[in-house]
């Protein structure tokens, strides 16, 4: 299975890249942010729950992302990998997530590290906000967003450069050129992955 994982800072583009890889590779992508959306949506007494963190700009309580999450992934087990966008978000998740992956013997392959400056972030969602619907695409929840990912989310970096699995993609060129270059570092992956598999036969 080729499990990958994207994040960065809100508005990086990651959910946009996520989409994209999941189809060229024929992966399920897995937005942690949608699915609260859809159940924010659906009207349900979890949904009101996320709302009100979602709202304020916070992080959802680890307990009722990984319930969401782990039902998603197990849905999913039988496919050729997941594209994790947006998830894990604090360096409990990736160590949850990576016991859950590794007991199935299917690890995460690569983590993509989207970066792009905060000045261009705050104009790419202050520009999004009026299309996206999203209400929690307002200036006061954006620059929350933004601290919460600073504290809580950017530690990731340092978890997943440890296991030697992080791969640093600059988010600042259109989309095309961002997913050309994720795709090469995930090409150069499987086949070295092929590689290995040869020479071992
Ligand atoms: P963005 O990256 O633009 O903030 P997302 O769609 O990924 O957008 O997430 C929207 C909101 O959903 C977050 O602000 C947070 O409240 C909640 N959320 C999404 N994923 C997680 C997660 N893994 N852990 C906790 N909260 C999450």
């Known amino acids: ?21 999941a189809c060229r590779y ?9 699915l609260f959306r859809e159940e924010v949506r659906k009207g349900t ?18 307990n009722m992302v990984l319930k969401k999450i782990y039902k998603a992934a197990i849905h999913h087990e039988d496919t050729t990998g997941i594209v994790f966008d947006g998830f894990p978000r604090t360096v409990n998740q990736a160590v949850l ?6 007991k199935k013997n299917i690890p995460v392959s690569i ?9 261009e972030l705050i104009s790419r969602m202050m520009g999004r906000a009026e299309d996206s619907g999203r209400l929690d695409d307002n200036e006061e929840v954006i620059l929350r967003r933004m601290d919460v990912y600073e504290k809580q989310t950017r530690p990731l970096r340092d978890y997943y450069q440890k296991q030697n699995k992080l791969s640093c993609i600059s988010g600042m060129a259109p989309v095309k050129v961002v997913a050309e270059r994720i795709s090469s570092v995930i090409d150069n992956y499987l086949m070295k992955k ?4 040869l020479v071992a036969e």
């Open 1 to 21: 299975m080729l499990n990958l994982i994207l994040f960065g800072p809100p508005g990086s583009g990651k959910g946009t890249q996520s989409s994209r890889v």
């Open 26 to 34: 024929n992966l399920v992508h897995l937005s942690s942010g949608e």
């Open 45 to 62: 007494k979890l949904g009101y729950q996320l709302a009100s963190y979602m709202l304020k700009g916070l992080l959802v309580p680890d």
């Open 97 to 102: 997530l990576d016991r859950f992956l590794n």
């Open 111 to 119: 983590v993509f590290f989207m970066m792009v400056d905060e000045k």
């Open 194 to 197: 092929e590689i290995i598999k």
